[in-house]
Nanobody, 115 residues
Framework: QVQLVESVGGLVQAGGSLRLSCAASGRTFSINAIGWYRQAPGKQRELVAA???????NYADSVKGRFTISRDNAKKTVYLQMKSLKVEDTAVYYC?????????WGKGTLVTVSS
């Protein structure tokens, strides 16, 4: 099993920046990829960004050029740097780890972008 803990989100003005972190513990050696998802009120959870074991990344079109996912293997932590935030980025952000057939989720952290 893999356990994931997200950093606290927060309230930020539109155009601002925020960095989220996701710390992994447990059977981290089995992780194939870690992704950030988000779920806005009344909407389905969607993939925001992901990074795999060889460092390849992919992003949702809505965040390309604004968000950057990165990892620190020594700290077993994945980061999501968010810039030029928009009101529509408001959501609960979740960290997900894919480890073989298993998926682990963090509890989520709220990011609110005000106009």
């Amino acid at each position: 099993q893999v356990q994931l803990v997200e950093s606290v989100g927060g309230l930020v003005q539109a155009g601002g920046s925020l960095r989220l972190s996701c710390a992994a513990s447990g059977r981290t050696f089995s992780i194939n990829a870690i992704g950030w998802y988000r779920q806005a009120p009344g909407k389905q959870r969607e993939l925001v960004a992901a990074i795999n074991s060889v460092g390849s990344t992919n992003y949702a079109d809505s965040v390309k050029g604004r968000f950057t996912i990165s990892r620190d293997n020594a700290k077993k932590t994945v980061y999501l740097q968010m810039k030029s935030l928009k009101v529509e980025d408001t959501a609960v952000y979740y960290c997900n780890a894919a480890a073989g057939p298993m998926n682990s989720w963090g509890k989520g952290t709220l990011v609110t972008v005000s106009s």
